[in-house]
């Protein structure tokens, strides 16, 4: 069973730091893309980075780039999104999903981690 | 403003079909293919359709999804009660280097 799991929200105040975790069981980690998608409150979803198979290409949404690092540790089955100089929009639901082999889908999500920055 | 435009909702009564559509552009929806999320507050969000029209494991037949150019549109017949949720369309932009997703719908079942 595909399982995803992240950790790491919390409250921070503007300009901080967080880092989030996504530990992944159930299929072979390092044979994905994976990406993190966000949802602000009362908002949409949002799409915020995306990470190839061995970490060597990433791609951001320009409202994140210069501010978030998407990274990954194989060894561990494991994503990562580094956030630093955050701001009040930051605040959110933060998603790990897997990345289907067809079409750029998002087949299996994370229950989310609430990232809430505020003074 | 989301990239890709969605109706805020939708609604109809149980066993009635509905449709959804997504609107985008040359870049995104264009050239790339489409895939649609179903997502109830409080809980992951779900693949729905990949590839434009294709079904992942345990998606019911009566969802259904189609593209055409720079739209796409998902339908969902013999409407139930559990389909009330808010539904979202993505795709890849190569003018973004991204992915994009809609601005979401909300579904209701009356």
């Known amino acids: 069973e595909v399982q995803l799991v992240e950790s790491g929200g919390g409250l921070v105040q503007p300009g901080g730091s967080l880092r989030l975790s996504c530990v992944d069981s159930g299929f072979t980690f390092s044979s994905f893309w994976m990406t993190w998608v966000r949802q602000a409150p009362g908002k949409g979803l949002e799409w915020v980075a995306i990470?190839?198979?061995?970490?060597?290409?990433?791609y951001y949404v320009d409202s994140v780039k210069g501010r978030f690092t998407i990274s990954r540790d194989n060894s561990k089955n494991s994503l990562y999104l580094q956030m630093n100089s955050l701001r009040a929009e930051d605040t959110a639901v933060y998603y790990c999903a897997k990345v289907g082999k067809l079409g750029w889908n998002f087949d299996y999500w994370g229950q989310g981690t609430l990232v809430t920055v505020s003074s | 403003q989301s990239v890709l435009t969605q109706p805020p909702s939708a609604s109809g009564t149980p066993g009635q079909r509905v449709t959804i559509s997504c609107s985008g552009s040359s870049s995104n929806i264009g050239s790339n293919t489409v895939n649609w999320y179903q997502h109830l507050p409080g809980t992951a969000p779900k693949l729905l359709m990949y590839y434009n029209d294709q079904r992942p494991s345990g998606v019911p037949d009566r969802i259904s999804g189609s593209k055409s150019g720079t739209s796409a549109s998902l339908a969902i017949s013999g409407l139930q009660s559990e389909d009330e949720a808010d539904y979202y369309c993505a795709t890849w932009d190569g003018s973004l280097n991204g992915v994009v997703f809609g601005g979401g719908t909300k579904l209701t079942v009356l």
């Open positions: 990470m190839n198979e061995d970490g060597g290409g990433q």
